[in-house]
């Protein structure tokens, strides 16, 4: 149990487009759900917090408007980079909190998306 | 701030030999504790998790952590490295998310 899927695995896109990535609980629902952002052979930096149906709470330094966050739905919750530029390339990872656990006993993470940005 | 650190980047041990990853930390009240190992373009694959109990935990793939609160440490423990462990191993603490340490890189030689 406690699956997280997360799409697409890796997108190359050209500068100044706009990027969608999805991150979705299998079989659990997600009341909460966090990104992440790793450069590489560097440590994997908190950008968000997005709970069902609120608001996602960015981390100091993070561009919400760059960084569109979306979660409509308790399995659903999406991550937009907007405009990206070579800058934004980087390893993204969700992670997922289900309701029936206890805030404190961890998370499943997706398996990550990398972005290119040409 | 409360966070996590990991004081080595890098690790080298030869397979067969004991190894230990290295992680203290810095948090106010009981620390919820974590490792996790990262293969090379993947996600993060939980190896196990501190909460309350017996400062010995056990995980998956062999390894093992010992909570020493005096101190503040949560070393990641194998008696018998294997070239496959060789990856990226994170502590983390959960703080409304999960905060990581920078990192450190295992390798296993033959």
């Known amino acids: 149990g406690a699956v997280v899927s997360q799409h697409p695995s890796w997108v190359i896109c050209k500068s100044g487009t706009s990027v969608k990535i999805e991150c979705r609980s299998l079989d659990f629902q997600a009341t909460t759900m966090f990104w992440y952002r790793q450069f590489p052979k560097q440590s994997l930096m908190l950008m968000a917090t997005?709970?069902?149906?609120?608001?996602?709470?960015?981390e100091q330094g993070v561009e919400k408007d760059k960084f569109l966050i979306n979660h409509a739905s308790l399995t659903l919750s999406t991550l937009t980079v907007t405009s990206a530029h070579p800058e934004d390339s980087s390893f993204y990872i969700c992670?997922?909190?289900?309701?029936?656990?206890?805030?404190?006993?961890?998370?499943?993470f997706g398996s990550g998306t990398r972005l290119t940005v040409v | 701030a409360q966070s996590v650190a990991q004081p080595e980047d890098q690790v080298n041990v030869a397979e067969g030999n004991p190894l230990t990853v290295k992680c203290t930390y810095s948090?106010?009240?009981?620390?919820?504790l974590f490792w996790y190992v990262q293969y090379p373009n993947r996600g993060l694959q939980f190896l196990l998790k501190y909460i309350t109990g017996d400062n010995l935990v056990k995980g998956s793939y062999g390894f093992e952590a010992e909570f020493n609160k005096s101190q503040t440490s949560f070393h990641l423990k194998k008696p018998s490295a294997l070239v496959s462990d060789s990856a990226l191993y994170f502590c983390a603490v959960s703080l409304q998310g999960m905060r990581f340490g920078a990192g450190t890189r295992l390798t296993v030689k033959p």
């Open positions: 997005s709970n069902e149906g609120s608001k996602a709470t960015y």
């Open positions: 992670s997922a909190r289900g309701t029936a656990l206890p805030a404190n006993y961890g998370y499943t």
């Open positions: 948090v106010s009240g009981n620390p919820y």
